[in-house]
């Protein structure tokens, strides 16, 4: 049974990398991250990553683009389009792509006001995809100067904390702004001091992060296939993490638990 992104408004619906070669990108994945990858109806320029029958995330060939960086970008699901770009311009940011029709719905890329970009997607969304529920593959935080102020941005251009019924909850815990839809976890907005400048290591971005089960071992086979580390293993009570580069330098997270169970 399909989901509109009607039903989960102001909610991530999708991750998605646009990589340089997509042959290349598949083969890092799977050694790195155990993805298996099947075609989708939209050519053969876009597939979709699976992990244990789930899917993970989509991986687009950036194809004739020339000097445009390879990066994983998070999309939310909004009921309208040209209204969410509208609310993007008025409230000076920048609008990048679109909205433009894409496959089943209509697709646009973004930047905030700090300069962290993201997409949003109106029409059918992937009904057994999900951020921060269950064991669920992935989940998201925007790392950005002053949280309150995007917090804000997004609530505003996404309708969080509408009060409509269906809407993602907003509240702040532990230094956090966290957003729910309904009981699930689904992204975190942490400030702080960023730099200016456009190195993506350090300026404010969305993080796209993927449970693995074995830290080491996900570290280990991304370095032996070309990727590189990109931050020094970080640990809380819970789990521990480590930003990567794969081997075009596209960005991204793996966290696995404390006590090694998957």
Same mark, same amino acid.
Do not use: K
């Given at each position: ?7 989960? +408004? ?24 155990? =993805?298996? +990858?099947?075609?989708?109806?939209? $050519? #053969?320029?876009?597939?979709? *990553?699976?992990? @244990? $029958? ?19 970008? /998070?999309? &939310? ?8 770009? *509208?609310?993007?311009?008025e409230r000076g940011a920048t609008m990048a792509v679109g909205p433009v029709a894409f496959g089943t719905g209509r697709i646009?890329?973004?930047?905030? /006001?700090?300069?962290?970009? +993201?997409? &949003? ?7 057994? %995809? ?22 804000? +941005?997004? #609530? ?10 269906g809407c993602c909850a907003v509240s702040y815990e532990h230094a956090h702004v ?18 200016? *400048?456009? @190195? ?5 971005? =969305? ?33 521990? %993490? ?13 966290? *696995? ?6």
């Amino acid at each position: 049974m399909s989901t509109s992104s009607h039903e989960i +408004f102001g909610a991530p619906c999708w991750v998605s990398l646009m990589a340089r070669d997509l042959v290349s990108a598949q083969r890092f994945y799977a050694g790195a991250l155990g =993805w298996d +990858f099947r075609p989708t109806h939209l $050519g #053969g320029g876009i597939v979709v *990553a699976f992990r @244990d $029958g789930a899917p993970v995330a989509g991986i687009g060939s950036l194809g004739g683009t020339g000097g445009a960086p390879a990066v994983w970008t /998070p999309y &939310f699901a909004v009921e309208d389009a040209d209204v969410t770009a *509208a609310r993007i311009h008025e409230r000076g940011a920048t609008m990048a792509v679109g909205p433009v029709a894409f496959g089943t719905g209509r697709i646009a890329l973004a930047a905030d /006001p700090a300069g962290a970009v +993201f997409g &949003f997607w109106q029409g059918e969304v992937v009904p057994d %995809w999900s951020v921060g529920r269950g064991s669920a593959p992935a989940w998201l935080e925007l790392r950005t100067r002053d949280a309150f102020a995007a917090a804000i +941005f997004y #609530g505003e251009v996404l309708d969080w904390a509408g009060g409509r019924p269906g809407c993602c909850a907003v509240s702040y815990e532990h230094a956090h702004v966290v957003l729910r839809h309904g009981r699930d976890t689904v992204a975190r907005i942490s400030g702080g001091a960023l730099e200016a *400048a456009p @190195d993506p290591e350090v300026r404010p971005r =969305w993080h796209v992060h993927f449970r693995v089960p074995d830290l080491e071992a996900v570290v280990e086979a991304a370095v032996r296939l070309g990727g590189r580390t990109a931050s020094p293993v970080q640990t809380s009570t819970v789990s521990r %993490w480590v930003v990567l580069a794969d081997p075009d330098g596209a960005l991204f997270t793996v966290v *696995a638990p404390q006590d090694g169970s998957a």
